[in-house]
């Protein structure tokens, strides 16, 4: 959304295919991405992403914007 940075962020939801496999990459990957900010996380494993089954990362968020 406009005017909303990751630090906006304040809840994301997870999906990911083989949780043993992927994981740890992904943890990764988004504590690169979000350095100390820690929104609150749930993770879903999944058998495949209706996307397209390529896909192993599914992020739902939620972020609240600031006024202004």
Same mark, same amino acid.
């Given at each position: 959304?406009?005017?909303? &940075?990751? #630090?906006?962020?304040? #809840?994301? /939801? ?21 350095? /100390?900010?820690?929104?609150? /996380? &749930? /993770? ?6 209706? &996307? ?5 990362? #599914? ?10």
């Amino acid at each position: 959304a406009a005017g909303t &940075t990751l #630090e906006n962020l304040v #809840e994301v /939801t997870r999906f990911i295919v083989d949780i043993d496999r992927n994981q740890d990459a992904i943890n990764r990957v988004l504590g690169r991405r979000l350095g /100390t900010h820690r929104p609150a /996380t &749930t /993770t879903v494993e999944v058998t495949q992403l209706a &996307t397209d089954p390529r896909l192993v990362l #599914e992020l739902k968020a939620v972020a609240v914007a600031p006024l202004g």
